[in-house]
């Protein structure tokens, strides 16, 4: 059974691109779905907001080799069942090996390094970086899943566009796109600008929750290495999450995995159950 690689994604900073990571995939274990949580951004804020030590020490083949891949993961004190790839300084390190490499392949060794995760685990998220050097590639080539947040006015089309024409540029030709969704940040689904049109055959969908914006908890979550529910259960932060956490397993985890997938169809019905 493979698990499907949701990607949070985000062209720019400050949206809420992080803390999304954080508290869906504390969520998603909460909801006693097997977690990992990788975090490919050189920062590495997803990895301590989870209260564990920043990635330091470069290793290319931790990020190529499926094997090296789920030796570098780490558990997190809470929730049971959610695991980290640590991001950190180091990827500063690895991006410029990736650049290195050549562009053969460069975009797709994530993709093939997950292929044991994907069996391991129910549910794959990953924060990838704002910049589209090689790990964001990486990112947007893995995807099953496109999550991207939307805050001040966003011009969803816009936005959806942005990611689309990125992803198309990086994913091989073989690779079916993935599928796009919208989720909305501190914002009234009215705040949108130039919102798409519910319905149809189109792979891009705006999620009916939003996130409540509370820079408070969100200052407080970050300073002690907790996601939301931990830190505060009852606030409007962690029951957002929550609504987002149960909204993406009945809207999101059952997208089709690409065909060129082996064992696609119990897959398919792994993320359906």
Not at 52 to 59: V, Y
Not at 66 to 73: F, H, N, P, V, Y
Not at 129 to 144: E, F, I, M, V, Y
Not at 176 to 189: K, T
Request: net charge neutral.
């Amino acid at each position: 059974m493979l698990a499907p690689i949701l990607v949070i994604a985000g062209l720019k900073g400050g949206v809420g691109r992080t803390a999304t990571a954080v508290n869906l995939s504390a969520m998603l274990a909460l909801a006693k779905r097997k977690t990992l949580l990788v975090d490919l951004d050189p920062k590495g804020d997803a990895t301590a907001g989870l209260g564990l030590q920043r990635a330091t020490g470069a290793d290319l083949q931790a990020l190529v080799d499926s094997q090296r891949l789920l030796e570098a993961t780490r558990p997190v004190p809470r929730p049971e069942g959610l695991d980290v790839w640590p991001g950190g300084p180091a990827l500063e390190t690895i991006e410029g090996l990736l650049w290195a490499r050549g562009p053969e392949g460069r975009d797709s060794v994530l993709r093939s390094a997950l292929s044991e995760a994907r069996a391991r685990y129910q549910s794959i998220v990953v924060d990838g970086p704002t910049a589209l050097g090689p790990l964001g590639r990486n990112a947007l080539a893995a995807a099953d899943a496109v999550l991207i947040p939307f805050s001040g006015g966003a011009n969803v089309a816009n936005a959806f566009e942005e990611a689309r024409s990125a992803s198309s540029r990086v994913r091989p030709p073989t690779v079916p796109p993935p599928a796009f969704f919208g989720f909305r940040v501190g914002l009234r689904r009215e705040d949108l600008v130039a919102p798409l049109p519910e319905g149809g055959e189109d792979v891009r969908h705006v999620l009916e929750t939003a996130i409540a914006y509370d820079a408070r908890t969100l200052a407080e979550c970050r300073e002690r290495g907790l996601p939301a529910f931990d830190h505060d259960p009852g606030s409007r932060l962690s029951r957002s999450y929550l609504e987002l956490a149960r909204e993406v397993i009945a809207r999101v985890l059952p997208v089709p995995l690409p065909p060129s997938a082996p064992a696609a169809d119990s897959a398919r019905a792994a993320v359906e159950a």
